[in-house]
């Protein structure tokens, strides 16, 4: 069975760090690119990070450029998202998720698209809140 699983979501006091994890089963990471998005109340979902399958590109979104930032560990299968210097902004339901597609590439001028994106984890709830 192919599916991701998310863990490592929670309440953070603002300034404060958070990594998600996403666990991979039924498929390989190392040909995947992978990615990161996260949907606010009331607004679309956002493409935030994503790497390409050799790791050689990634992008990262402005809003959170310098504080997130995505990581693999093939060995493990799993994907990580490390969250620094949360702000209130930053709550949101986060989904990882996985492109097995041959004709997709992240590239690192280019957000993340959704509908690249074959596999997705359940969401991680982060509430950033004094």
């Known amino acids: 069975q192919v599916q991701l699983v998310e863990s490592g979501g929670g309440l953070v006091q603002p300034g404060g760090s958070l990594r998600l994890s996403c666990l991979a089963s039924?498929?390989?990471?190392?040909?995947?690119?992978i990615g990161w998005f996260r949907q606010a109340p009331g607004k679309e979902r956002e493409g935030l990070t994503c790497?390409?399958?050799?790791?050689?590109?990634?992008y990262t979104a402005g809003s959170v450029k310098g504080r997130f930032t995505i990581s693999r560990d093939n060995a493990r299968n799993t994907v990580y998202l490390q969250m620094n210097s949360l702000q209130p902004e930053d709550t949101a339901v986060y989904y990882c998720?996985?492109?097995?597609?041959?004709?997709?590439?992240?590239?690192?001028?280019?957000?993340?698209?959704?509908?690249?994106?074959?596999?997705w984890g359940q969401g991680a709830q982060v509430t950033v809140s004094s």
């Open positions: 998720a996985a492109s097995t597609r041959s004709g997709y590439v992240c590239y690192d001028f280019s957000p993340p698209e959704s509908f690249e994106y074959d596999y």
């Open positions: 039924g498929f390989t990471l190392d040909n995947s690119a």
């Open positions: 790497q390409s399958r050799d790791g050689a590109n990634t």
